[in-house]
T-cell receptor, first 117, second 115 residues
Framework: DTAVSQTPKYLVTQMGNDKSIKCEQNLGHDTMYWYKQDSKKFLKIMFSYNNKELIINETVPNRFSPKSPDKAHLNLHINSLELGDSAVYFC????????????????FGPGTRLTVT | AQSVAQPEDQVNVAEGNPLTVKCTYSVSGNPYLFWYVQYPNRGLQFLLKYITGDNLVKGSYGFEAEFNKSQTSFHLKKPSALVSDSALYFCAVRDLSGGYQKVTFGTGTKLQVIP
């Protein structure tokens, strides 16, 4: 009954490869996010989708492409991986259309630790 | 543009003593403010939020935070620290005055509770 799940938990790959990270939320939320947390623990938003529509696209290389097949899923595909892509990637979700007490706060997945060698 | 500042990289406190983790913010409209906690090798967990109403909000694990509009602060507090409170704490702000706005996180404060 995990609220926000990500797969895989660990991803070790070589430079130049293409990889994907999957995210699913079972909270019925309307908004999903991808964040990157670097080695200093700084958290940077990458993308946000509201009802499957891209609403935030921060300054992220176009090697990163999100895809939201439905409201419960937000996947992240990364082409031509580089050493600097090594980080922990977090998926999160929130209910942004006010529906009661539990609105606007984000629920995070456990993270995917990506190591590019 | 909105921003969040957590001026302390690390806060050390003795077990049983009160703790405060500081956060100040800047938004153009009304702020929605949040605190999250991150334990090692885990995702962030929501602790508490201020949207409207009482300036003192209570959250999980005995934490509370006080919204101070004049000082644009939202400091996290707990009357008696536990060793298990040791973690990384993030303050976050959203400004929803003009349609959808992104969340901005602070740089995090590492809380170390000393037995």
């Amino acid at each position: 009954d995990t609220a926000v799940s990500q797969t895989p938990k660990y991803l070790v790959t070589q430079m130049g490869n293409d990889k994907s990270i999957k995210c699913e939320q079972n909270l019925g939320h309307d908004t999903m996010y991808w964040y990157k947390q670097d080695s200093k623990k700084f958290l940077k938003i990458m993308f946000s989708y509201n009802n499957k529509e891209l609403i935030i696209n921060e300054t992220v290389p176009n090697r990163f492409s999100p895809k939201s097949p439905d409201k419960a899923h937000l996947n992240l595909h990364i082409n031509s991986l580089e050493l600097g892509d090594s980080a922990v990637y977090f998926c999160a979700s929130s209910q942004d259309r006010f529906s009661g007490r539990n609105s606007y706060e984000q629920y995070f997945g456990p993270g995917t630790r990506l190591t590019v060698t | 543009a909105q921003s969040v500042a957590q001026p302390e990289d690390q806060v050390n406190v003795a077990e049983g003593n009160p703790l405060t983790v500081k956060c100040t913010y800047s938004v153009s409209g009304n702020p929605y403010l949040f605190w999250y906690v991150q334990y090692p090798n885990r995702g962030l967990q929501f602790l508490l939020k201020y949207i409207t109403g009482d300036n003192l909000v209570k959250g999980s694990y005995g934490f509370e935070a006080e919204f101070n509009k004049s000082q644009t602060s939202f400091h996290l507090k707990k009357p008696s620290a536990l060793v298990s409170d040791s973690a990384l704490y993030f303050c976050a702000v959203r400004d929803l005055s003009g349609g959808y706005q992104k969340v901005t996180f602070g740089t995090g404060t590492k809380l170390q509770v000393i037995p």
